[in-house]
């Protein structure tokens, strides 16, 4: 089950912690919530802290968050991010696009 918590209180950064799975059931509603505060953000960090799996959709979902923030001219940045969801998202070579920061142990 997806965990989705949206810090928009910054005009410069947006706040996302994203927990639990992003699967496919959660892609649409992932997107529903997350591109509408997108708005004119320089930068959109996402703690991943709590994510402990995503399957293609949800990969698919941090890729169209990527080309979102391309558009607006912002910044993205995935960190806190285990190492089995890194794995995955160097599958969808993410990490050419974005920067992606492992959890510290």
Known sequence: ???LNINSDNEQ?????????????????FKESVLPHLKEQAKVKVNCSDLSFLDSA?????????????????????????????????????HQLTRIISKAS
Request: proline fraction near 0%; glycine fraction near 8%; charge should be negative.
């Open 1 to 3: 089950m997806l965990k």
């Open 13 to 29: 950064c947006l706040e996302l912690e994203v927990g639990g799975q992003l699967l496919y059931s959660d892609a649409e509603h």
């Open 58 to 94: 949800g990969m698919g979902s941090f890729v169209r968050l990527w080309k979102e923030c391309k558009m607006i001219g912002a910044e993205l940045e995935l960190y806190n991010v285990i190492e089995d969801v890194q794995a995955l998202l160097r599958i969808a070579r993410l």
